[in-house]
């Protein structure tokens, strides 16, 4: 009996010991601090963009924990890792045309056509048949001609400088230019001596104006020799407001090396400029005749001979305003355009011209001023080769127009002492040819 009271003691004091011990608080675990942390090496894929731009975890960049848990934050590790970068966010606004300021560089060759046909000057004639001969009466092939052709193509350069102003809702570039065209000088010039070989034995040579240029009056009928030079240029100047279309939204395409790639979507595109023009046309007409006799007036039938000098200058001054549109296809190598343009232009006309030497003995000078309403158009295919985004080199089919202008050649009169004299100012101008130059933006 005595012992089992032993044991029930021993087990009540086992049982209230563990219940003790049961009641007391479990202290948190302790963990080591992360900075005593030895650091994580992570080896990624090469992960800078296409542009160069470093990434913030290269390879072979070794990071701590707390690095590690704000890029993982951010989402940006998990595209570094699985090489899900996503492509850079640039519309085609980028694509072509980046810059405030841009430039087009051209040079030309353009030939020149203002009339019909060619304007004779000088001729040698004979009225003289003989029955021996054939028939000598009639024009012969001696003649000083103005052709209306000459001398071909001239070259002369194009310049365009443009600020960029803004873009609209509409991805159109709104953007200020200048144009400088023109320096070129069409000219042409022919001497023709009288031929005693070309009539029958016994008559003079002799070289006779038309009477459609010199009305009967007195000129230079009679000279043994005539020559003339005959110059035309332009200078144009131009300041435009204009709008300007953008090829569509790029498509981003991944490539089969998994890397996000920009590519141009094909578009047509559109522009509309307006803005104003100055336009310049200067010529000089310079005939001389030789051996002129004087057939008319006191000294008629003395032999007496004068050197004949007839010099023209004219002057088109020309201001006004102009509409323009444009119509392309672009792509990212090459494009297409067709520009047209055109305005009305007040014509200031000056005249001054010198005339002595005539077969009366007498001489003259005529100064004539005026003005009309004339028009100005101009036109152009251009193909463009993109070298670089920035960089473009072109080729072009050009074509300028302008009529109502004063030529030289239309103000030639004989008889100036009779009054003012007439204004000729109805003839046009035609320019065709061709074009290269490069266009670039910076």
Do not use: C
């Amino acid at each position: 009996m005595k012992h089992y009271i032993v044991l029930l003691l021993a087990g009540l004091l086992v049982t209230t010991g563990r219940g003790a011990a049961a009641q007391e608080p479990l202290a948190p675990p302790q963990l080591p601090d992360p900075g005593d942390l030895p650091p994580i090496t992570t080896e990624l894929p090469g992960t800078g963009d296409a542009a160069g731009t470093p990434s913030l975890v290269d390879l072979g960049e070794s990071i701590d924990a707390g690095e590690l848990e704000e890029i993982d934050e951010s989402g940006f590790l998990a595209d570094r890792i699985f090489d899900m970068q996503p492509a850079l966010l640039e519309s085609s606004g980028t694509w072509f045309r980046r810059g405030f300021w841009y430039s087009e560089a051209d040079a030309m060759l353009l030939g020149r056509e203002f009339t019909r046909a060619s304007i004779i000057l000088t001729e040698q004639v004979t009225n003289v048949t003989a029955p021996s001969f054939p028939t000598f009466g009639g024009i012969q092939n001696n003649q000083l001609l103005v052709r209306r052709s000459r001398p071909g193509l001239e070259g002369l350069p194009r310049l365009t400088v443009g600020r960029f102003l803004f873009r609209d809702l509409d991805n159109r570039d709104h953007a200020l230019e200048v144009t400088a065209f023109g320096g070129g000088q069409w000219s042409q010039e022919q001497t023709v001596d009288a031929d005693p070989d070309i009539v029958v034995p016994g008559a003079s040579p002799l070289l006779q104006v038309p009477d459609v240029l010199d009305l009967g009056n007195p000129s230079f009928d009679g000279a043994s020799s005539s020559a003339f030079s005959y110059d035309s240029r332009f200078n144009s100047f131009e300041l435009n407001y204009r709008i300007k279309g953008r090829m569509e939204r790029d498509q981003m395409q991944m490539n089969p090396a998994g890397e996000w790639i920009r590519r141009a979507s094909p578009s047509s595109t559109k522009s509309l400029f307006a803005g104003l023009r100055y336009f310049d046309l200067t010529e000089n007409l310079d005939w001389r005749s030789s051996d002129v006799p004087v057939t008319l007036g006191p000294d008629a039938g003395m032999g007496i001979t004068n050197d004949g000098v007839y010099n023209i200058r004219t002057d088109n001054d020309m201001i006004g305003t102009q509409l323009g549109f444009g119509v392309g296809y672009e792509t990212a190598r090459w494009g297409i355009e067709w520009v047209a343009k055109g305005g009305g232009y007040w014509n200031f006309i000056t005249v001054d011209s010198v005339l002595s030497g005539t077969n009366n003995g007498q001489g003259a000078t005529r100064d004539i001023e005026g003005d009309n309403l004339s028009f100005v158009g101009e036109s152009s295919v251009r193909f463009k080769w993109h070298i670089q985004q920035n960089l473009s080199l072109r080729l072009g089919l050009e074509v300028l127009y302008a009529n109502a202008l004063a030529l030289a050649p239309f103000q030639i009169n004989f008889a100036p002492e009779t009054g003012p004299g007439t204004l000729s100012a109805t003839q046009d101008n035609v320019y065709l040819g061709t074009s290269i130059g490069l266009e670039g933006y910076w």
